[in-house]
Nanobody
Framework: QVQLVESGGGLVQPGGSLRLSCTASGSIFDVSSMAWYRQAPGNQREFLARITSDGVTNYVDFVKGRFTISRDNAKNMAYLQMNSLKPEDTAVYYC??????????????WGQGTQVTVSS
């Protein structure tokens, strides 16, 4: 199995920045893409950004220019740098990976989420 743990969430003022981290662990054989999603109360989980093992990134339009996804393949970690945060960015942020182990073929895994609150 693959476990994902997010960290770095918290309370930040509007206009501020946060950097989220995601660590993948377990019997990992290969990690393909890593991605970030978020879910605000009463809303569906929404895609934010994805990065492939080759470093190719894609973003949802409303975070382009504010959020940057990156990863450290050697450490099986992904990051989400969030700048110019707005109150509407308040949500639980989830890490997702598409990975395989020595016995389980590629599948998606989710972390437990980290709360981000943007408020003055």
């Amino acid at each position: 199995q693959v476990q994902l743990v997010e960290s770095g969430g918290g309370l930040v003022q509007p206009g501020g920045s946060l950097r989220l981290s995601c660590t993948a662990s377990g019997s990992i054989f290969d990690v393909s893409s890593m991605a970030w999603y978020r879910q605000a109360p009463g809303n569906q989980r929404e895609f934010l950004a994805r990065i492939t093992s080759d470093g190719v990134t894609n973003y949802v339009d409303f975070v382009k220019g504010r959020f940057t996804i990156s990863r450290d393949n050697a450490k099986n970690m992904a990051y989400l740098q969030m700048n110019s945060l707005k109150p509407e960015d308040t949500a639980v942020y989830y890490c997702n990976t598409f990975a395989r182990t020595s016995t389980i073929p590629f599948k998606h895994y989710w972390g437990q989420g980290t709360q981000v609150t943007v408020s003055s």
